[in-house]
């Protein structure tokens, strides 16, 4: 593929799956309003989006085998965790920003869980072997991720029990 077609493609699967985020937050915002119709509209356009990033990120980087995903998945984690959010927390601390610390926070602590847990996974991946694992509980306020149940109180936010969604 041409240099400038990889380019596009890469920057379409972005957008699409921002729209497909975004989109998502907009239903569940327009659910809690009991706007139900829209809701469903803003899921189903959301859906469409997926639909759209999946098949750029399938003819740009292909489908690889679920090893070398989660290579893939520890690397980004990892870079998330020592350089990223790092970099966005000194802009955000000079810049005054308590809201984005606060975001930034709840990532940086969420993303060295799920490194962890995709680190387990590789292994468990490379030796022919599913992961064993239970139920996984994440904070719907920070992301805090756990397999041990949902604690009464997120570590991370201070968020219920009640807030933490079981997978």
Do not use: W
């Not at 569940?28 to 139900?36: F, H, I, Q, T, V």
């Not at 996974?121 to 756990?146: M, Q, R, W, Y």
């Amino acid at each position: 593929m041409g240099p400038k077609t990889t380019e596009n493609l890469k920057a379409a699967f972005a957008g699409e799956s921002q729209a497909h985020m975004k989109y998502m937050i907009f239903a569940d915002k327009a659910e809690k309003e009991g706007l139900r119709n829209i809701a469903r509209l803003f899921s189903a356009v959301s859906f469409a989006e997926r639909v759209h990033a999946t098949a750029h990120h399938n003819v740009v980087f292909g489908v690889k085998p679920t090893a070398e995903n989660l290579d893939s998945a520890v690397a980004g984690e990892t870079y998330e965790v020592e350089k990223m959010y790092p970099e966005f927390r000194a802009a955000a601390e000079k810049e005054g920003e308590r809201g984005a610390l606060t975001t930034i926070r709840y990532a940086i602590e969420a993303e060295k869980i799920h490194a962890k847990l995709y680190a387990r996974a590789k292994e468990a991946a490379a030796s022919g072997k599913d992961l064993p694992i239970g139920n996984i509980h994440i904070c719907s306020v920070c992301g805090h991720t756990t397999e041990e149940g949902a604690p009464d109180q997120c570590p991370v936010c201070g968020a219920r029990k009640e807030m933490f969604r079981k997978f």
